[in-house]
């Protein structure tokens, strides 16, 4: 090729090779219970979490399931057998948790800080970006427990609950008791049975009837300690006619050991109630000739149970070695509505699998599926989605467009959609497309005086467009910001 | 007899014979153990294995054992310039040695490989260098269980090959397509009872052309797997394909178009209208190969659903890693659009004769021909029949006649 | 000094021998119309000083101002005031026009060593200019060239030029695929830019154009070589006598 073709490919290959940069390690004391499980584990996690006999029961029995179990090997991911005796399922910050934030070991706050995660109420009221900026309450979690949640008395005058999941065990037993497992039973599948006997901390929201939740909620996960699983689980439940948006975030320091990150989401959404959980996850993917990062294997389900209620679910998907995800609705609710909006971003060596199910089992109702993947480097990005019509599901309606863009010929993408339908008046409909980021539109933002590294960065926005829409507006310009670092080196 | 024999034991029984010792009275000389060895290392398929999922295997198993009723020999005619050898003539042997099994990779099929293991019947077809023939071979029933037809069509010739496999319980139709070939493959099967399965396997060669029609009904349990290889640079291969299900028929056709070779094309087109308590899968894939630049593939599959007793099961794959590609599919379940229908009955055609238009027009978006429509609608009758014809369609073909 | 100088440019495409050995020269002020039949190498000249991937120089220089370009990236030509426009523009889906056109202005302006117009100011612009052109304001929002109509794709390319004010402006087939309402507009847009500072080059197949554009300097380029310059009367020649007697010229 000519020399000014050459000049392009140098002028990418140039492109700054930023590091990972959530990827340090906060040092900290730590509590960490030494690898491998069974029932005495179980035990010790839920006593350290001080809860009732019915929660550590209801372990237990997820953990004897989950003997019986074996690893799921259907996804298109490839990774050595992970040992489940070398992981060790508990890892917290030494010390009784803090009561307020100035308890809170000014090391973990720095932590936080160097994340631009606002813990403070004050900072954060004080708007310092300026007007027109709404709070968000934040609840972070460091390895395995939750050390701070914001906002929780302006919340809770609006009675709304949102506080970790250990303490909701405590405080809110009755709710607990009844939606826990619901969505996502112990049994589902693997890695859903192991967070169900493990699962250290997450998020408890409970939104009460016909009320507007003020601010968005956001938890914010990290992991920290060397060798441990993070397990969390979340539970999410909107009452008649809530309404709640929801955002996750999550990161982990560069290791060259593999962790294993297996959470569990559960929302429950009743009459005419709204949630709408935004994802931007950033796990460590590994570095450039992948070693190192995290398996993220998460059961993530909403259950639309009542009549016109709407689960929305948004994920950029830009880290781990390994993702292995399906958001999905169950539609029960007569006219309910789920949504996936996806953006799965792969580079270097990391591996994704991951899509959605919409299982449609009431009267119109309807789901819209739209997934974006972007496949670079030596990576492979593959779109997995399910869409089911059952027999009663009379005027159901789904649409879904699965778009792959290529970056270099190094890479995979796959799309791999299961439509099953058995009601006649029902209508699905998929279309799926591939793509590349052409030389033509290369060459055309470059006559224009706009650079290598920006073109692309702006065709991949570009691609995005339709996901990042749903994005809360915040996590729209991170979620930019992250897909352009990530693409960094990616074309060459 | 074959009611008291399960699914799960009629695996067992039938990996038993598969494996065990024992002379093959049929074309000794053709290599076994390449199968034998696939089936002694990954076992046969088990019931709800991902590629099973929808088609219950333990009822082919069954049949297997205990075919239905005695193979019939059809009639097999070859035109002038065509060479035609049963696999148990001398004459065959050089082809086999050449061809047999190139097109088909035992491992991915694992009844394929039972069929080899098991083999009552084949023929090889030869069509010489630069032979272009112009009228269809036609393969009926070769009188075996398990039978293998070898088309081999030499660098820039032609064929036309017609078949309809009636009692066979795995037919192979196994298609080499040499460099500049070309081969139109029509494909009839007529709704039928017992479970049978099969294998369509074309290597597509460079500049070469694959053309695959099929019409099908269901039975019991009916699998078509479909197997086309674009092996040389050029290479192109068009299936389409038209299928109408009612009362208990199941049809799976698990098709995949394996890109190997840059600057290839594909175009698949399915159709299907299903009904009554009928189940219709069809799994596509379109695979491309790293190295096969300028690949351009495209499937589109869409489906009607007539009862809430019936299932359509829709699949379509896409497999890439090669990044200067066109690929799309596009899948799409529901019913008759009621516009439609009432645009019809607004022009005074009664709601029957309305849905048995726009079903054919359906159809016909993959096929088109009368022939195939009778086959599709051979069956539905009554006020139902909506595929039947229809003083409109004789207007309409007697009108394209004048022309 | 020129603002653009071919010298003996050599190129070659895929193993083929486009060009061999162009010379142009294009003062400031001045506009030039280089005509020629199909498969003469116009389109390879324009993409080739503009830098496109895929062609080979084999020998020759193209300098912008006294600079000499031949081996820059098409982003350093860009920013030293090189313009083309493009026969076939590209479409980039879910970036808007708005979007696009900012960036590449900012780009601009810092390589000016000035800073980023405001967005306000930006917006203001790109409007006005955008409404000169006949396009409407929704015009701006829409993903780049995507599902434009071929006459809105060429609008498109003169409102890029108009907002970027390049030294030296290429249009490579502008006026193709346009009908006579849209080529005078894009006409206007074209004589509206001329000043005694910047240059147009104009590749064309058809004299058409040249009634409303009009050039100082006509060549002819056949079989990869500028065979005939002259005024814009040469024009008036080829549209007359058409271009085989340019095949017996060869």
Redesign the interface.
Known sequence: ?????E??DD?IDTLVSSEYAAGFVTDIETETFPPGLDESVVRAISAKKEEPAWMTEWRLEAYRGWRAMTPPR?AHVHFPEIDFESISYFAAPRGDKPASLDEVDPELLRTYDRLGIPLHEQAMLAGVEGAGRTPVAVDAVFDSVSIATTFKEQLKDAGVVFCSMAEAVREHPELVQRYLGTVVPRSDNFYAALNSAVFSDGSFVYVPKGTRCPMELSTYFRINAENTGQFERTLIIADEGASVSYLEGCTAPMRDENQLHAAVVELVALGDADIKYSTVQNWYPGDDEGRGGIYNFVTKRGACLGARSKISWTQVETGSAITWKYPSVVLRGEGSVGEFYSVALTNNLQQADTGTKMIHMAPNTKSTIISKGISAGRSQNTYRGLVR?A?NAHGARNYTQCD?L???????????????????????????????V????L??????????E?AVA??V??????VFRELPMEFAVEAGKLLEVSLEGAVG | MRASTQGPQAAEVLYARLLGKGTYSYAPAIDRDAARGCIAADGLPVFRAEAWKYSNVGKWYQAALAPAEAPSVGETCVPDGVELHRFDEPAARPFLADHLGAAIDLARHPLAAVNRILLGSGVVVRVPAGRRIDEPVNVDDIGAAYEHILLIVEPGAELALVETPITATHRVVECIVAEGARLMHRRVQPRGQAPQCGLIAAKVDEEAHYSLWLVARGTELRRNDIHVTLAGRGAEAHLNGAWRLGDREHLDNQVTVDHLAPECTSRQTFRGVVGGRARAVLNGRIHIAAGAQASDASLTTKNLLESTDAEVYAKPELEIYANDVRCSHGATVGALDEAMLFYCESRGIDRDAARGLLLRGFLREAIAGEEAIGVLAAGFSGAGEPLGATPAEDVASAGGEVQ | MPLLDIEDLHVQVEDQVILGGVHLTVAPGEVHAVMGPNGSGKSTLANVVAGRPGYEVLRGTVRLAGEDITQASPEERALLGLFLAFQYPIEIPGVSNMEFLKAAIDSHALARGEGAPSAAAFIRRARATAERLGLDAGFLKRGVNEGFSGGEKKRNEILQMLLLEPRIAILDETDSGLDVDAMQVVAAGVNDFRDTGNAVVLVTHYQRLLDYIVPDHVHVLAGGNIIRSGDRTLAELLDRDGYSWIEDAC
Do not use: N
Request: net charge negative; charged share 25%.
């Open positions: 090729m000519s020399d000014t073709s000049r392009t002028a259907w019509t027999p792959s290529l970056i270099g010929d190094q890479c995979g993408a796959h799309t791999f959609p299961y439509i099953e339908s058995r009601q006649p008046s029902a209508v699905v409909e998929h279309e799926a497309t591939t793509s590349k052409s030389d033509d539109q060459f055309l933002c470059r006559q224009r005086g706009i650079d290598a920006k702006m065709i926005g570009g691609f995005c467009k339709d």
